[in-house]
């Protein structure tokens, strides 16, 4: 009954809004549907409707899939430095930061379910009723991994949100358990997701030890840059307080993500192109394309470019304290990453392919459309849950408040 | 008041009611049977002679034809192997398209099991350097050789390994095979697959009746649908039969040889043992049965 009540406070919440608000919804509303026509036409007609072929069998979905993890991984291990460096409301780091890992969690099993050819048979995979390939599949760990993650941070979530909302005290020794047990896993998400690529033989591009640190780094680059403009925004319209220095510091440390990232690709490619060997191929035609074949080449530079820009921009202390200079630095570090993430590590896995055959792949409409659906479907419920958790914890929006509407309701019933 | 709330539940539930019969009008029972299906490799006998009646009955309203579908298991003693005479090879496709026709292999999207690839002497086995797409008058060409690819039937098979379902498993008589009832079309098996042996349904795939082979195993040749992986089972319709693939029979020049690993006095033996044999990838451990020889 209780938690009836906290819900449908929550959906009011949802409910109403200022002008920018709705125009929000607006907005989103209005990408969803375009998307959503374009996920119908592959529902209806099938895979076909995409670029990917038997050559490049995985692509533009399953990079998507890729780069929200790494956002839904970045977002928890973002506790570690607030709780280090004392930065004082840890509470509400913690809240946002789960609030988008949550998201970020299920839009990356959405791109899955649009990823595979029968999603109806999603029942296949779990335990029990279905056969589920457990522990010699890498995608049935996955599947583990992110809805137990998924099942931590909801519960860390709603029971903070929930008390405050009561005006209790929270189960600190549970909340702070939970978190620490959260942390780990999020290293487990990402990493059991570059596994997924990393131990395939037949695909020597990501068949390198330095996959999953590679993941792990440029996770830390774009997960923090969402937190770090969403607490500036938060900074603006609440009471929500949280020093410049804090927030300097996280772009130090996105820096030094950055920096370990860069090394450890250029490692790679020290590698790769002194050996020589026919793996280079690959890299090639990700970086210069093999022959008239060029059409990733400028996917895999405007990353590079930005991920530059964003480096200098956060590197140098008078850029990285300029507001203006610091969040072009997290766009574009998000950008880069999103690009690579979404394009540049999954093509050149197949491109050349086994056969040594090239066929060309760029995404379609259709898959454009269905990310652009998914993405705004994620933006509009990190927008609800997020509008729930700024009422509840920095607007007083609780239970009494509840009560006393409910009375003048009830008052101006029996008038 | 209390009339108002009666008149409007009862246009609730009646509207319930109807959306529901609607809802269930939509998919027959067979499809939903369907849907609910097991894994092959779980099913009982008696669960498999129904659901292949089924099929066979499906089939025939579809093709207007009488069917023959097969569950047939693997024999004792048998591991099948295959062998390639690249000295012999010309690259006419003959197979390709034998195997497309024996396999009902879906005509447009086009998928072929089997691929082609020509590659220069000169180069030797080099897949960077080869063409697939190779076009000219007359074959075999000078100054290239041939070297056809499908299904290796690795006795460590990674396409296996990685399933996420157990959709596709390596039988008995080491033959890989693909449950189409159970694919989820996730297509880790294809990521994983060093020699590009497995395709997928793109689309909802095509064999015009007339040219629909109704000799069919489960496992094998029966029609798939859209958004599932399928792969060569060295014809497992024929093969289990004692028959030859379609792909030994066609070849016009002997190059294609088929039989039982454990039978010493088989061709396949003789061929491991007295010539000059090679596999695709060795350095992979895939241990491939698929051997590519040199006659002469």
Known sequence: MNFIRFLKGSIRLVLHG???????????????????????????????????????????????????????????????????????????????????????????????????GNPLRFWHMLPLIGTMNFPYSMLSWDFFFLMAYLLINLIVVIHLLYSVFYKRDYNRKMVLAIVFISIPMAVGIHTVTAFLYNALPARPFWNSALLAPRFLASAFCSGPAILLILFQILRKITNFEIKDEAIWKIAELMVYAMFIYLFFTIAELFKEFYSDTEHILYWKYLLFGIGDNNEIVIYSWSSIIMGFIAFILLLIPKTRKNFVTLNIGAVLIYASVYVEKGIALIIPGFT??????????????????????????????????????????????????INQKGEEKGQRNRF | MKKDNSRRSFLKNISLASFSALALAGCNMKEIDEFLQKNFRVLSEKEKTDIIRSLEEKYKEKYDKEFHVSAKPAMEGVLFGYALDLSKCIGCRKCVYACSEENNQSREPQIQWIQVLQMEKEKGIDFAHSNIHYNPEKVPEEGYFYVPVQCQQCENPPCVKVCPVKATWKEPDGITVVDYNW?????????????????????????????????????????????????????????????????????????????????????????LENKRVLVLKQELNTQPKFYYFFGV
């Not at chain 1, 709780?83 to 609030?99: R, S």
């Not at chain 1, 050349?352 to 898959?367: A, F, H, K, R």
């Not at chain 1, 459309?369 to 920095?394: D, E, Q």
């Open chain 1, 18 to 116: 200022t002008k920018l608000y709705y125009a929000w919804l607006f907005f989103l509303a209005i990408l969803i549907i375009w998307g959503g026509f374009g996920y119908a036409n592959q529902l209806q007609n099938g895979l076909i409707t995409t670029n990917m072929r038997d050559s490049v069998s995985w692509a533009f979905y399953i990079g998507n899939f890729t780069f929200l993890v790494g956002i839904a991984a970045a977002a928890i291990m973002l506790v570690i430095p607030a709780y280090i460096y004392n930065w004082n409301p840890i509470k509400e780091i913690v809240i946002f930061g789960e609030l988008l890992a949550v998201c970020a969690v299920i839009m990356s099993v959405a791109f899955i379910v649009v990823d595979i």
């Open chain 2, 183 to 271: 694919c989820i079309g996730c297509r880790y098996c294809m990521a994983a697959c060093p020699y590009g042996a497995r395709h997928f349904n793109w689309g909802e795939p095509n064999v015009p009746a007339e040219e629909i082979n109704t000799n069919m195993h489960y496992l094998g040749n029966r029609p798939r649908m859209k958004g599932v992986v399928e792969k060569c089972t060295f014809c497992i319709q024929r093969s289990r039969e004692g028959k030859y693939p379609a792909c030994v029979e066609i070849c016009p020049v002997g190059a294609r040889k088929f039989g039982n690993l454990l039978d010493p006095n088989s061709e396949i033996r003789y061929i």
């Open chain 1, 352 to 401: 050349p392919d086994v056969l040594g055959q090239i066929y060309v792949y760029t995404p379609s409409m259709t898959e454009i459309r269905t990310a652009v659906m998914i993405f705004s479907l994620g933006f509009l419920l990190f927008t609800f849950l997020v509008k729930i958790a700024i009422a509840i914890i920095f607007e007083d929006y609780n239970i009494d408040v």
